[in-house]
DNA sequence: AAGTCGTGGGG
DNA sequence: TCCCCAAGACT
């Protein structure tokens, strides 16, 4: 029993002992000048964690500035229509990422009168924002100390107690972070954790000479690289045939709603579902387009069309002749986007 | 609990 | 080239 509070301690001590490191090391390292960081509000937090969810840094950083450029506020974002957000959302990809915050800000709304929910529990409640993101809304929104998981997390706290990112368990990795977890400036801690691991204990080559923490680091110039366990699973390939229709001035685009990916974003016609309007569109150019997502190839056949002008269509799809001037206001998958700039 | 969901970049 | 990974959540 008395040996087991002196360890307690001991640990105890040396979490809080890296744990102020890390406030100090990011206070005179850290990335300050990233836009999330200033004007701090729950509302900015809150979009930033949901870009930065498995998006590197450099991805997510143009995207948060035409956001919020479009949407400074809750109260902006709260008359946004799926649409809108998912436009705004092109290119990033996860977009079940943007669906949710559409969902969430809808919430709001609703049922908190556009202000944003101060409490944890509040916060799982909503689409998109599990553990790690309300941790880290209520750290850096609400500078409430709360732990957080990610990636850079995950890989400092197990080579800081040398264990192996494969073989624990998640549950683990909670109980460690919220060792870690600084009271005094939980956002300076939760800000620099994330740098630290981003910046100095990355993935592979690591710099534990600049570590702020290599004395109390059990792995310290000595960092094993996991491999990943797991076989790569063979990438199922989806074929699919798209006709492209355009006039002079316009794009006709469906909302893919059916499918789940690029769930609700505009993409051209599936070429059989065409079939009756051979004489109406002249074909212009066809092309072979691979595009690889994390678990699939998507082989797509493109047809492009002339079309005279903007013809009904018979199909009880979802579909709009869209000014090309106007394009830039709907949700476009990547290789999608990339053809049609290049028309 | 293993798959799903994008896209870009690094080694 | 190929594999890994990135401020994960959801099913």
């Known amino acids: 029993m008395k040996v087991q509070l002196l360890k307690r301690t001991f640990l105890s001590n040396q979490t809080q002992l ?15 000048d990233l836009p999330w960081r200033q004007k701090v509000t729950p509302y900015r937090i809150w979009i930033s964690e949901i870009m930065l969810q498995q998006t590197q840094v450099k991805t997510a950083t143009p995207y948060f500035k035409s956001f919020i450029k479009k949407y400074p506020t809750q109260k902006k974002l709260s008359r946004a229509s799926e649409d ?5 959302w092109s290119g990033l990809g996860f977009y079940r990422r943007a669906r949710n915050i559409f969902k969430t800000k809808e919430i709001i709304k609703e049922k908190y009168n556009n202000k944003f929910p101060k409490e ?6 909503l689409p998109g924002i599990g553990k790690s993101t309300a941790g880290a809304i209520m750290s850096l929104g609400y500078r409430n100390p709360h732990p957080i998981l990610d990636g850079n997390v995950k890989r400092v706290i197990t080579r800081l107690v040398n264990q192996n990112l494969n073989l624990i368990k ?4 909670w109980k460690l972070s919220s060792q870690f977890v600084n009271k005094d400036n939980c956002f300076a801690y939760t800000q620099g954790i994330m740098d630290l691991g981003a910046t100095i204990c990355t993935p592979t080559n690591p710099s534990c000479k600049d570590c702020p923490v290599q004395n109390q680091c059990a792995s310290a110039f000595n960092i094993t690289i996991n491999k990943n366990k797991r076989v ?7 074929p699919m045939n798209l006709s492209l229709i355009q006039t002079k001035d316009s794009l006709l685009l469906v909302k893919n709603e059916d499918s789940s990916i690029w769930k609700n974003l505009w993409i051209p016609f599936e070429t059989r579902s065409l079939k009756n309007y051979a004489g109406v569109f002249k074909l212009t150019s066809s092309q072979e387009i691979q595009h690889e997502l994390t678990h699939r190839v998507l082989n797509i056949s493109l047809n492009t069309y002339l ?3 903007e013809s009904k269509i018979n199909t009880n799809k979802k579909y709009k ?3 090309k001037d106007r394009i830039d206001q709907y949700g476009l998958p990547k290789p999608i986007s990339k053809v049609i700039n290049e028309l």
């Not at 809108?84 to 705004?88: D, F, G, R, S, T």
């Not at 998640?170 to 990795?173: A, F, G």
């Open 120 to 125: 944890f529990h509040q916060l799982l409640e």
């Open 232 to 238: 790569a699973k063979l990438k199922k390939i989806i």
């Open 321 to 323: 002749w869209i000014k």
């Open 307 to 309: 079309s005279e002008s």
């Open 170 to 173: 998640e549950r683990e990795l």
């Open 18 to 32: 890296i744990s102020q490191k890390i406030v100090q090391w990011y206070l005179d390292n850290g990335r300050h």
């Open 84 to 88: 809108q957000i998912l436009a705004l």
